[in-house]
């Protein structure tokens, strides 16, 4: 169980089914979220004795680790069946050797999390005072997802509208916001939907929601999404109808300011448009830019810009399978390569999931200047020049893969000095050898979430446009991440601004159908603030083009092996640190690193 425990990066992947303790239990309720994830946030953000909300109990998770935890919990759900089987999951004995004490025992009953603080209603006296929670865990519905009741007035999982249940859940966060003491935390576990085989975010709707009414972003982990009860559905819908599977949700941490410090991060002048996907009206748009216009003028820095420093058309290589026939899910992992950057590994994979035989797709590369570096030339990061130094890297790429066959056909199949053992190890080194023969020539497809992508990429790079380029569709357009670590606080309005201006250019220039990438990695600046940009460059470009010339499609987290938990990793309970408590910290290095990228697909639909 321990080494499911810690969280050492913005990815948190536990390989199988994720261990659990006490009375907690994956298989009697439906939506139930980790209870690692529940503890992690009792520690980092709680003390002993302190009081927390749960204001969406479900089967109590909550309340079982702040009675092993030793907070306070009071804990609401609108569901009468949730409510009994939180009780009867409660209802453990108390072991005084843990530090336990009956005075922390949950305080669990069935009620509304958008009237929590109305006088109508018996457990209203646990809520009669403002400010009086430390900390709140709140895991909602993820809209219509799964339904929770058929029959219970005020279930939000019956608002299948966006516009709907953002309205609904506006009233949680309005009592939340009353109830947490300013400064604290609030920690939300929320997932995404579809409508249509369309994405609807949802994560960053209600994210977006709780930030206009008085909280901010400290941290937003990805839980990668394992052995959910519909997968074997999802497998079969994915492949019919050309879509992803969910396997990824968001972990948000949230802090209440005052309502006058809100900052919504909007661009000031940014022009808006009706978009109901992402739960705004035209009319509330335009408020929150004019509140913002004048309280947040546009400052923009020239020294600090984003730039295009180069554009290459290329064919699309011909794929040897249907494109949509591999089941693929929401997260994809990279492997570590010496010669090819992730974000341009990112891309390979981009075009071979999304890529249209017999078309041209077109590689747009942008770049952020920094004033207190030399300025470098364009000439030094164009597209053509990368293409041919990478194309050089292709017989060394070629000799490295071949001494990686070696050396997995040696571990996996020794030579134990008898001539069968050498045998089978020629044998396999050779079954490798040829199979990286048919990759390089395009014959056969590794297609997956796990790829390798080297073979692929080095074809794909080597490919030069279908002509006539006139009469060749454009069918996608591709924009890979600019990795965070280049990014201050000054080039992110700018580099907005850009992928804006991508974003137009490529509405008009994509083939009905067509597919427009954008690559964006939140960022967090040198003063501490993230920055999420999955979700700002996301509204920006929803609000600037609309949701009639483009459309979310899929949303794909990515990132590079290394970050995932593994099961053989020993932890003794001696060595073993748990997590500590960081209300008032001022400790730049509390915050997890930031190493996954997001991937927008948009399609063109007129």
């Known amino acids: 169980m321990l080494f499911t425990l810690r969280v050492d990066s913005t990815y948190f992947d536990i390989p199988g089914r994720a261990p659990r303790w006490g009375s907690h239990s994956g298989t009697d309720y439906h939506g139930t979220w980790l209870p690692q994830t529940v503890r992690r946030a009792l520690l980092r953000y709680t003390q002993r004795g302190e009081r927390v909300l749960s204001n969406f109990l479900g089967r109590g998770t909550d309340a079982i680790e702040s009675f092993l935890l030793s907070r306070k919990c009071v804990g609401v759900d609108i569901n009468p069946s949730a ?32 009237s929590l603080c109305s006088g109508t209603w018996p457990g209203a006296s646990y809520f009669a005072e403002p400010e009086s929670f430390d900390h709140i865990l709140s895991h909602p519905p993820y809209k219509d997802c799964v339904l929770y009741s058929t029959n219970i007035d005020g279930d939000l999982s019956r608002f299948p509208g966006p516009d709907e249940f953002q309205k609904e859940m506006e009233k949680v966060i309005e009592s939340s916001w009353r109830l947490l003491k300013t400064g604290r935390h609030l920690t939300l576990g ?59 949700e968001f972990i948000a941490t949230l802090r209440k300011v005052p309502k006058e410090h809100i900052d919504t991060m909007y661009l000031a002048d940014c022009q808006y448009v009706e978009d109901k996907c992402l739960g705004f009206h035209r009319a509330e748009a335009e408020q929150l830019t004019e509140s913002d216009a004048s309280s947040n003028p546009p400052t923009v820095d020239k020294d600090f810009c984003a730039r295009v420093v180069g554009r290459q058309l290329r064919e699309v290589p011909q794929s040897p399978i249907a494109r949509k026939s591999v089941v693929m899910g929401s997260v994809w992992t990279f492997g570590r390569h010496p010669a090819h950057s992730f974000p341009h590994m990112c891309m390979s994979r981009m075009v071979e999931r999304f890529g249209r035989d017999g078309s041209n797709w077109e590689h747009i590369e942008v770049d952020l200047v920094h004033p207190a570096t030399e300025q470098r030339d364009t000439a030094d990061l164009d597209i053509d020049k990368q293409a041919r130094a990478e194309s050089e890297l292709n017989a060394a790429d070629n000799m490295e893969t071949a001494k990686e ?159 995932s938990r593994k099961r053989d990793d020993v932890v003794s309970r001696e060595s073993f640190v748990d997590e500590k408590c960081i209300v008032g910290s001022t400790d730049p290095g509390i915050h997890v690193p930031i190493v996954h990228a997001y991937y927008m697909v948009f399609m063109k639909l007129e």
Not at 84 to 97: A, D, H, V
Request: glycine share 6%; proline share 4%.
């Open 83 to 114: 409510v009994s089987l939180s009780q009867r999951n409660c209802s453990f004995t108390i072991l005084p050797e843990l530090n336990m004490s009956v005075e922390f025992r949950p305080v669990i009953m069935h009620g509304d999390a958008r």
């Open 190 to 248: 929320i997932g995404d939907n579809r409508a249509e085989c369309f994405y609807i975010p949802v994560s960053y709707q209600l994210i977006r929601n709780y930030i206009n009414n008085g909280f901010e972003l400290d941290e937003l982990i990805i839980k990668r999404q394992r052995y959910c009860q519909a997968f074997g559905l999802g497998t079969y819908l994915c492949v019919q109808f050309d879509f992803l599977m969910f396997t990824h």
């Open 405 to 563: 066959s070696q050396h997995l056909s040696e571990n996996e199949f020794p030579d134990n000095g008898t001539r069968a053992g050498e045998y089978e190890r020629l044998r396999q080194r050779q079954i490798q050898e040829n199979r990286q023969q048919l990759l390089s020539l395009g014959l056969v497809s590794e297609l997956g979430e796990d790829s390798t992508d080297t073979a692929h990429y080095l074809k794909m790079m080597s490919m030069q446009p279908r002509l006539p380029a006139i009469e060749t569709s454009l069918a996608l357009i591709a924009v890979p991440h600019i990795p965070n670590t280049r990014f201050t606080r000054k080039h992110v309005e700018p580099y907005r601004r850009l992928l804006v201006q991508i974003t137009h250019d490529a509405s008009r220039r994509l083939c009905p159908s067509g597919f427009f990438v954008l690559g964006v990695q939140d960022i967090r600046d040198e003063h501490g603030k993230l920055w999420p940009l999955g979700m700002l460059v996301l509204e920006d470009v929803q609000r600037a083009v609309g949701n009639i010339r483009l459309r979310l499609k899929e949303f794909i987290v990515v990132v590079e092996n290394g970050h």
